[in-house]
């Protein structure tokens, strides 16, 4: 019954920013681990930032470009994003990790462009 659910993506300049927003649901599923990966088209994912207990960290080509914040009631993580690169162009994923299991959302697209 688990649903990880991504929203917030679209296409953007160079420069621009993007809020993503991520909502973890299900019985059972509390207060897991939460982060972001991207997939590059025709590449396997790879990780961009997550936040544990508070702690936050980052891939080092988004640091100081990207911020990411939960609520933890409700599950929900975000991922604010500026300065915005053509090479952010991804397929952005929420990830959840509660124990030894991982759930994953289907992503939302963000598209970085002249």
């Known amino acids: 019954q688990v649903q990880i659910v991504e929203s917030g993506g679209g296409s953007v300049q160079p420069g621009g920013s993007l809020r993503l927003s991520c909502v973890a649901s299900?019985?059972?599923?509390?207060?897991?681990?939460m982060g972001w990966y991207r997939q590059y088209p025709g590449q396997q994912r790879e990780w961009v930032a997550t936040i544990i207990s508070g702690s936050k960290n980052y891939i080092d080509s988004v640091k100081g470009r990207f911020t990411i914040s939960r609520d933890d009631p409700n599950n929900i993580v975000h991922l604010e994003m500026s300065s915005l690169k053509p090479e952010d162009t991804a397929l952005y994923l929420c990830?959840?990790?509660?124990?030894?299991?991982?759930?994953w959302g289907r992503g939302t697209q963000v598209t970085v462009s002249s």
């Open positions: 299900g019985s059972g599923l509390y207060m897991p681990n």
């Open positions: 990830h959840a990790r509660l124990g030894a299991r991982d759930y």
